[in-house]
């Protein structure tokens, strides 16, 4: 791959309906790429965490990826809330979560963790009352 290919996709907040479908189109993008499964499997597990968050938190948000030579960048933006205290977000079980979306299922508290066991590398920027950026990298 001699350019780098990059997708951008728009993801709709309090929509759990639709929540997933980046990751579902940037995994068919990375088959159709030739890339090996193990990587597809990290890229749309990281992605699917960070969308969940996205429309449970901040109302949506976009979603940037960028394929390389050797490697995958996934920046998730949001203009929500806001991270008040990274270190205890990144606790695998703490949530903030509201009940209403607990009963759906969602919101136990694994995304961030998750995110972060399936990319090489991870960053998070946040501003209480700003939003977030979340940053991550899968080595191919």
Same mark, same amino acid.
């Given at each position: 791959?001699?350019e780098?290919?990059?997708f951008?996709?728009?993801?709709?907040g309090d929509n759990?309906?639709?929540?997933?479908?980046?990751?579902?189109?940037?995994?068919?993008?990375?088959?159709q790429?030739?890339?090996s499964?193990?990587? %597809?499997?990290?890229?749309?597990?990281?992605?699917?965490?960070?969308? @969940?968050?996205?429309?449970?938190? +901040?109302?949506?948000g *976009? !979603?940037d990826?960028?394929?390389?030579?050797?490697?995958?960048t %996934?920046?998730?933006?949001?203009?929500?809330?806001?991270?008040?205290? @990274?270190d205890?977000?990144?606790? +695998?079980?703490?949530? *903030? !979560?509201p009940?209403?979306?607990?009963?759906l299922?969602?919101?136990?508290?694994?995304?961030?963790?998750n995110?972060?066991r399936?990319?090489?590398?991870?960053?998070?920027e946040?501003?209480?009352?700003v939003?977030?950026?979340?940053?991550?990298?899968?080595?191919?």
């Open positions: 791959m001699a780098a290919v990059r951008h996709f728009d993801v709709d759990f309906a639709s929540a997933g479908e980046a990751s579902v189109q940037v995994k068919k993008l990375l088959r790429l030739a890339l499964p193990e990587v %597809i499997r990290k890229v749309s597990i990281a992605m699917y965490e960070g969308e @969940i968050n996205m429309v449970i938190h +901040a109302n949506g *976009t !979603a990826v960028t394929v390389e030579e050797d490697r995958i %996934i920046v998730l933006s949001d203009s929500g809330p806001g991270i008040a205290d @990274i205890q977000a990144m606790q +695998a079980g703490y949530s *903030t !979560a009940e209403n979306v607990r009963s299922g969602f919101g136990a508290g694994m995304g961030l963790p995110m972060k399936n990319t090489d590398q991870m960053q998070i946040s501003t209480v009352g939003g977030t950026t979340v940053t991550m990298v899968v080595l191919i």
